[in-house]
C-alpha cells in the first residue's frame, strides 16, 4: 500500500507530538512493507529515505501559525493530487482540506484525519472565521475522523454531530520505553510536558509536592520540557523549590531513562487529548498520575497502574501522588504497568490499526 502521512503544526506543544507520532507510525508501516512518504515542513527544506520511509520537507515561508499551515496546504496539494497513493492520513486540518481536495482526483483513496486535540468549537471560534471553515470541512468531508481518546471521539459527536469518530492513540515503543535497571533511591516524581502551559498545572503539582514532603521528606520532582520554569518555581514554597530539579528538554532518544528512573510520572492537565507521556512512563513501568478531567483519566486503572484526583485540588493531588509512591513500592506494579502500555505499542497494535482504517475496515 502506498501511504502519505500529513502535518506542519507550529504550535510548540502540538508539534512535537504530531513530530513524535506520525514518524513513529511512518516507520512501524514500512516495517509492515508498506510505501510511506511523510510531507512536514521546515526552514531547511529537504528530503530523505531511511527503512522504507520517505520523509519530505517543504520549506516554511510563514512564521505565524495558522497562516504556516495554509501556506503548506496550498503546496502540499499538488504533491497529493500527483502523487498515487491508497490513502492520506493528515494530523492537521489544513493539510486535511488539501487531502480531500485531492482525493476527489483519486478514486479510491482514502483521507484520514487525527485529531491531537479535542474539537471544541468554542476554541476555533476565538481563532477565526477561516479556520472555523476548515474544521467544518475536515468534519463533512474526511472519510476517517480519529480523535487521541474516547474522550475526544465523544466530543466530536457532542460539538459537531458526526458519531463514526475513530479512536486512534498515541503508541509507545514498547521495546525502547522499558523499565530502568532501578528506581532513583529518592521517591522522585516526573513530569514531563511545556511548564509553561497553565493548563498543564505545574503550579499545583509544585503545591501538592509541598503536602508530599510532609510525608515523604526526601522526595523529589523532576521537570522535564521546554521552556522557563523559574517563575513557576519563585512562586512556589521553599520546600517545593528546594526539592525541585529542572531537567531541561532533553535528548528525545533517552527520555526512556528519565521514565524508568522515576518513581512516578505525573499529568495534572485540563483538557488534554490523550497523554502521550503517560504511556511512555506505563512502558517503562512506572505509575502514573493524572486528573479526572480530559482523556488521560482514560489510560489509569486506580491502585493497579496509577491514581487519580480531582482537577484544581493540590491536597487532592498530594493524596494521589502519595498512593502512587506506594504503588511504586508493591510488588507487580512493573508488570502490570507494562501490561497496560502492550495495546499502544506501534508495530504491534497501531500500525494494524491503521492499515484497517486506510482499507476501509472499522477499527
Known amino acids: 500500500m502506498r501511504i502519505a502521512l500529513t502535518h506542519a503544526y507550529s ?28 510531507f512536514s515542513s521546515a526552514w531547511e527544506p529537504g528530503r530523505e529515505t531511511m527503512g ?28 497529493l493530487a500527483r502523487g498515487n497513493f491508497d490513502a492520506v492520513h493528515s494530523l492537521g486540518r489544513r493539510d486535511a482540506v488539501a487531502s480531500i481536495r485531492a482525493a476527489r482526483l483519486r478514486r479510491g483513496r482514502r483521507t484520514v484525519f487525527t485529531d491531537l486535540g479535542l474539537p471544541l468549537r468554542s476554541y476555533w471560534a476565538t481563532v477565526g472565521p477561516s479556520e472555523e471553515r476548515a474544521v467544518e470541512k475536515v468534519v463533512k468531508g474526511v472519510d476517517v475522523y480519529s480523535g487521541m481518546s474516547q474522550c475526544a471521539v465523544d466530543h ?15 503508541g509507545v515503543d514498547t521495546g525502547v520505553f522499558v523499565p530502568a535497571p532501578a528506581r532513583e533511591p529518592r521517591p522522585t516524581i516526573l513530569f514531563s510536558g511545556a511548564f509553561a502551559e497553565p493548563y ?49 528538554l532533553g535528548e528525545a532518544e533517552r527520555q526512556h531513562e528519565r521514565n524508568g528512573r522515576a518513581w512516578v510520572t505525573c499529568l495534572p492537565s485540563r483538557f488534554d487529548s490523550f497523554g502521550m507521556v503517560l504511556i511512555e512512563a506505563l512502558s517503562c513501568g512506572t505509575p502514573i498520575v493524572t486528573t479526572t478531567q480530559g482523556a488521560p483519566q482514560e ?10 484526583s480531582e482537577p484544581g485540588d493540590p491536597r487532592g493531588l498530594a493524596g494521589a501522588l502519595l498512593r502512587a509512591l506506594d504503588l511504586a513500592r508493591v510488588s507487580g506494579t512493573t508488570e502490570a504497568c507494562r501490561a497496560a502500555a502492550e495495546p ?20
Open 11 to 38: 504550535w510548540p506543544e502540538v508539534r512535537r507530538g504530531a513530530e513524535r507520532f506520525l514518524p513513529s507510525l511512518g516507520a512501524a508501516l514500512a516495517r509492515r512493507g508498506h510505501e510511506v512518504t511523510h
Open 52 to 79: 522504507g520511509l520517505t520523509t519530505i520537507r517543504l520549506a516554511r515561508r510563514v512564521e505565524e501559525q495558522y497562516g504556516h499551515e495554509a501556506d503548506f496546504s496550498r503546496r502540499l496539494l499538488p504533491h
Open 156 to 170: 466530536l459527536e457532542r460539538e459537531y454531530g458526526r458519531s463514526d469518530g475513530v479512536v486512534v492513540p498515541g
Open 200 to 248: 498543564k498545572e505545574v503550579a499545583l503539582l509544585l503545591e501538592a509536592l509541598s503536602l508530599v514532603a510532609e510525608r515523604e521528606p526526601e522526595v523529589q520532582l523532576w521537570l522535564s520540557g521546554p521552556g522557563d520554569c523559574g517563575p513557576l518555581l519563585e512562586a512556589a514554597s521553599p520546600a517545593a523549590r528546594e526539592r525541585t530539579r529542572n531537567l531541561g
Open 299 to 308: 489510560l489509569v486503572d486506580p491502585g493497579v497502574t496509577g491514581e487519580l
Open 344 to 363: 499502544f505499542d506501534w508495530d504491534r497494535s497501531l500500525a494494524p490499526l491503521a492499515e484497517r482504517l486506510y482499507c476501509g475496515e472499522r477499527a
